[in-house]
């Protein structure tokens, strides 16, 4: 994977470039490689919704501490999620847990509304 001399595909996100094996692209994500296989012949491609920043982070950790990071992340923007270090692991349950909270806020909203009726009234 370090090595450049047969990398035969390119990743562009914004200016940068990271260059890559289409076999190692296809072997390790199958959303690559429905990407691939559906322009076999591409030579790069032009990735608009993630930062680099976010993407060299998938290349330098594994997996599951991917996984964690990513969870790191999405915890700092949903705070209302409370620690339970197998919930980055079981995306079902976090799912469940975004779902609760939209429902929660969308009670509110409609609290809101009745009360600013009331209050009009």
């Keep these: 994977m370090e090595n450049d001399d047969f990398k035969d595909f390119t990743i562009k996100i914004g200016s ?3 260059k890559a094996h289409k076999f190692v ?3 390790r994500s199958p959303t690559f490689a429905n990407i691939i296989k559906e322009n076999v012949h591409a030579e790069y491609l ?3 919704d993630i ?3 976010i993407f ?3 290349i ?3 997996n599951d501490q991917l996984r964690q990071k990513s969870f790191e992340k999405i915890k700092k923007i949903l705070d209302f999620i409370e620690i339970d270090d197998n919930l980055p692991f079981e995306p079902g349950k976090l799912e469940e847990l975004i779902e609760i909270k939209k429902k929660e806020q969308m009670m509110r909203k ?3 509304n009745v ?3 009331l209050i009009q009234q």
């Design 16 to 18: 940068m470039e990271f």
């Design 25 to 27: 692209l296809v072997a």
């Design 46 to 48: 032009n990735l608009l």
């Design 51 to 53: 930062s680099a920043d």
């Design 56 to 58: 060299q982070l998938s």
């Design 60 to 62: 330098k950790f594994k």
């Design 110 to 112: 409609i609290e809101e």
């Design 115 to 117: 009360r600013n009726d």
